[in-house]
């Protein structure tokens, strides 16, 4: 099973500042990792899909990079609306994995 | 549009059996993979299978392996998903979530969830 540990596990920030959130997997898993932004009370919603590329809808202040172990998501300048718990998943092996999480708070 | 829509919540026994349901609108429901995904009170997200509406194919989690059973009504759209001898850790909202093939196969959209509660 391929491991995704993701880090920080809470970020504290400011609206306008810049936001990095990284997700180690075990073993390589190419591009096939997405991430998803979850908000208290609802289902989580596809941000990027292919460690790079944004899924319908999403702003171009998130973005999407790395390839193999390494993947970061970066949010270039934080919005009110982007407080909110990010997961990364892979799809390069069954069983299917998530990250644990990493939470974006108002500081 | 595509949506989904689940089972109401559900109170459970030790033991007992739970069955949700995921009911998709908007799409041919046979062109598309449907997967289950648990997360308990204040935790991450644990993905638990899927299944191929197109054949009725399955793949699930070694963790459930024995206890999930996912199987789908294509004249009506709908995908289930049934867990048996609930304990008290499978306490948890269960969503399911569409593999958007045209799109790295990531999930999109979510249905709203499930919360399946397993109390004595």
């Known amino acids: 099973e391929i491991v995704l540990t993701q880090s920080p596990a809470t970020l504290s920030l400011s609206p306008g500042e810049r936001a990095t959130l990284s997700c180690r997997a075990s073993?390589?898993?190419?591009?096939?990792l997405a991430w998803y932004q979850q908000k208290p009370g609802q289902a989580p919603r596809p941000l990027i899909y292919?460690?790079?590329n944004r899924a319908t809808g999403i702003p171009g202040r998130f973005r999407g990079s790395g390839s193999g172990t390494d993947f970061t998501l970066t949010i270039s300048s934080l919005e009110p609306e982007d407080f909110a718990v990010y997961y990364c998943q892979q799809r390069s092996s069954w069983p299917l994995t998530f990250g644990g999480g990493t939470k974006v708070e108002i500081k | 549009q595509v949506q989904l829509v689940q089972s109401g919540a559900e109170v459970k026994q030790p033991g007992a059996s739970v069955k949700v349901s995921c009911k998709a609108s908007g799409y041919t429901f046979t062109d598309y993979s449907l997967h289950w995904v648990r997360q308990a009170p204040g935790q991450g997200l644990e993905w638990m299978g899927r299944?191929?509406?197109?054949?009725?194919?399955?793949n699930s989690a070694q963790n459930f392996q024995g206890r999930v059973t996912m199987t789908r009504d294509t004249s009506i759209s709908t995908a289930y998903m049934d867990l048996s001898r609930l304990r008290p850790d499978d306490t948890a909202v269960y969503y399911c979530a569409r593999e958007d093939s045209l799109k790295g196969d990531c999930f999109d959209p979510w249905g709203q969830g499930t919360l399946v509660t397993v109390s004595s």
């Open positions: 292919d460690a790079s």
């Open positions: 073993q390589s898993i190419s591009s096939y």
């Open positions: 299944i191929n509406p197109n054949g009725g194919g399955t």
